[in-house]
């Protein structure tokens, strides 16, 4: 019996070791899917109450979009930092970069609310693995602006100038 205690033993700590399902994994938010959100600075817009559930809901609205579970986010870890961002070493000027072998977004914000980040769209990068942009939803300006409106309070619409154009996906 003993034996078997250690041999059951000695297999845990090897598959922990080895990068069992345990290994390495990051708790994350449980509300926000399993992911972990790092904010730079504090904008206003992340300070109010309401701030979690707002990117909790276009989270969801993002996954939908893209046809995939938010479950599947679980480990990823959004940097959020005001202005732009710097993406493999240019200068900052990126609304967003993702790192899928890191499993992390860097997301600028314009600092007015959550909804105006490119979120969306680079969520679309951790989802299909898609750096290059060749899956036709990349380029689909109705169904961007269906999402634009799912994550839009009517009241809270281009508020400071959002991240939507028709244009700049029929070009």
Request: proline residues 5%; contains cysteine.
């Amino acid at each position: 019996m003993s034996r078997q205690l250690a041999l059951v033993g000695a297999g845990a700590w090897l598959l922990a070791a080895c990068g069992g399902p345990t290994a390495g994994a990051a708790a994350g938010d449980p509300g926000l899917y399993g992911i972990d959100l790092e904010v730079e600075a504090a904008l206003p817009y992340t300070l109010r109450e309401d701030f979690r559930p707002r990117l909790r809901r276009y989270v969801e609205a993002a996954a939908a979009f893209w046809g995939h579970d938010p479950g599947e986010l679980a480990g990823w870890t959004i940097h959020l930092v005001p202005g732009a961002v710097s993406c493999n070493g240019e200068r900052a000027s990126a609304l967003g970069c993702t790192d899928s072998d890191a499993r992390v977004i860097w997301l600028g914000s314009p600092g007015c609310e959550i909804e105006d980040t490119n979120l969306g769209h680079e969520l679309g990068h951790a989802f299909l693995r898609d750096d290059s942009h060749r899956d036709p939803r990349w380029r689909d300006s109705g169904r961007w602006r269906s999402l634009y409106d799912r994550v839009h309070d009517e009241d809270d619409r281009d508020v400071c100038g959002s991240w939507y154009s028709p244009r700049w996906w029929d070009a």
